[in-house]
């Protein structure tokens, strides 16, 4: 699908990321400050312009649900949720961290930033395309690449991820956010069977997947829009799931689900004490998977 460009979608949702902490209430839910520096131009002016507007109009743009209100707070909410939990997989011995189809993630950057002691080892996962892309991004913005990072490139509907693959001797946390969607059926599932076949015990992946929401259901024109953008975009969606339905799919490729987290939970969790507009739609899962 995404051949040889680099994917838009990993600029939209590195710009989402950015835009929550230069707009949204503080403190921000997740707090990317790196994303920032990996945008073109014109988005930066864009959010500095909306940064810049005065309190009252600042006031009530956070008390505007749009479209952005909500896929940025799914956005936003998803990192926190990795994040969260690799934090707590960190206490439990895992020192890897496997951002699958990472696009601008910052995660290695932001480490890099603020060390921690000992840092933990990255493993960046994405389409050739964007990979490239990336590594050329960061050596034009004079951002090194950090020694604990390793860019592991693979097209999951091409190439099997076992073929690359660098062995641990001690367990994984991997994410695989805001991809799920656009990649088959059988690219999920051979990515998930080769991850749980080839991560040791104790291993841990959190992964988001969407629902197709009915056509009455409130967010259902959200999800259509965003589908006929990002195929647009040339990143059009192919899978959705039933929550039962992807649970059935991770067991049977080696998984043990620990949470399946709808909206309802991640808005309790996460948004409930905000008070901007911020929600997720109800089509945004979040999947806890152990092994
Ligand atoms: C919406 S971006 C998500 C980026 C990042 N995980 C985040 O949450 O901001 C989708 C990512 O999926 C990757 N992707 C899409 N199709 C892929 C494929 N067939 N193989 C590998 N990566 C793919 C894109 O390169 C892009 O980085």
Redesign the pocket.
């Known amino acids: 699908?995404?051949d040889a460009v680099?994917?838009r979608?990993?600029t939209?949702?590195?710009f989402t990321?950015a835009a929550h902490v230069h707009i949204d209430d503080a403190p921000p839910v997740f707090d990317d400050h790196v994303a920032y520096d990996l945008l073109p131009g014109y988005q930066r002016r864009f959010i500095k312009r909306l940064a810049a507007l005065s309190p009252p109009w600042v006031r009530r743009y956070r008390q505007t649900r749009n479209a952005f209100t909500t896929m940025r707070a799914q956005?936003v909410v998803?990192?926190r949720y990795a994040e969260d939990a690799l934090a707590k997989a960190r206490e439990t011995g895992v020192d890897r961290f496997v951002?699958l189809?990472?696009?601008?993630?910052t995660f290695a950057l932001r480490q890099a930033l603020r060390p921690t002691d000992p840092p933990i080892e990255v493993v960046e996962?994405?389409?050739p395309?964007?990979q490239r892309w990336k590594r050329k991004l960061l050596a034009e913005r004079g951002i090194a690449e950090p020694s604990e990072l390793t860019f592991l490139p693979?097209?999951?509907?091409?190439e099997a991820l076992a073929h690359v693959w660098i062995d641990s001797t001690t367990p994984d946390f991997g994410?695989w956010?805001?991809?799920t969607y656009?990649?088959t059926r059988e690219?999920i599932t051979a990515t998930l069977t080769t991850l749980a076949e080839r991560t040791q015990p104790g291993s841990q992946l959190v992964l988001d997947y969407w629902r197709e929401p009915p056509p009455t259901d409130l967010s259902a024109p959200l999800l259509w829009g965003t589908r006929v953008a990002v195929a647009l975009q040339q990143?059009p969606m192919r899978s959705f799931f039933e929550p039962q339905d992807i649970e059935a799919l991770a067991e049977a490729a080696g998984w043990r689900v620990r949470e399946n987290c709808a909206a309802t939970e991640q808005n309790r969790r996460y948004l409930a004490a905000r008070n901007d507009q911020l929600s997720v739609p109800s089509f945004a899962h979040l999947l806890h998977l152990e092994h």
């Open positions: 699908m995404l680099p994917s979608t990993a939209a949702t590195a990321r956005i998803r990192a951002v189809a990472a696009g601008l993630d996962i994405d389409h395309a964007t693979v097209d999951f509907e091409e994410s956010l805001g991809t656009y990649l690219a990143e």
